[in-house]
């Protein structure tokens, strides 16, 4: 019932800015309880959580990324996206949008899009 679709721009150039939306049907972003995330995977690499946004449009990001990234919505669009500024090659991945929530006490994701390949390079 509920789907999340990806885009943007597939090549990103260094210290540019990436910048990419997800597309939200079947469901709101301001439904209660859960949060709207952006995950991404690096090549050879396990999934890395960049961070998210909730219901009722608060961000949290992971401690690594936080001084680069921006998580913003658009209800009346039903979209989010993120910003991740000042880009390099390391930040060349598979980048998911998903929902979560949290279920038998830990974050968990039931809707995943289908990821899209964001690759850094000059």
């Known amino acids: 019932q509920v789907q999340l679709q990806e885009s943007g721009p597939g090549l990103v150039k260094p210290s540019q800015t990436l910048s990419l939306t997800c597309t939200v049907s079947g469901g709101s972003l301001t439904t209660n309880d859960y949060y709207y995330t952006w995950i991404r995977q690096p090549p050879g690499k396990g999934l890395e959580w960049i961070g998210y946004?909730?219901?009722?449009?608060?961000?949290y990001y992971s401690p690594s990324l936080k001084s680069r990234t921006s998580i913003s919505r658009d209800t009346s669009k039903n979209q989010f996206t993120l910003q991740l500024s000042s880009v390099t090659p390391e930040d060349t991945a598979v980048y998911y949008c998903a929902r979560g929530f949290e279920g038998a006490g830990v974050p968990m994701y039931d809707y995943w899009g289908q990821g899209t390949q964001v690759t850094v390079s000059s």
């Open positions: 946004i909730d219901y009722s449009g608060n961000t």
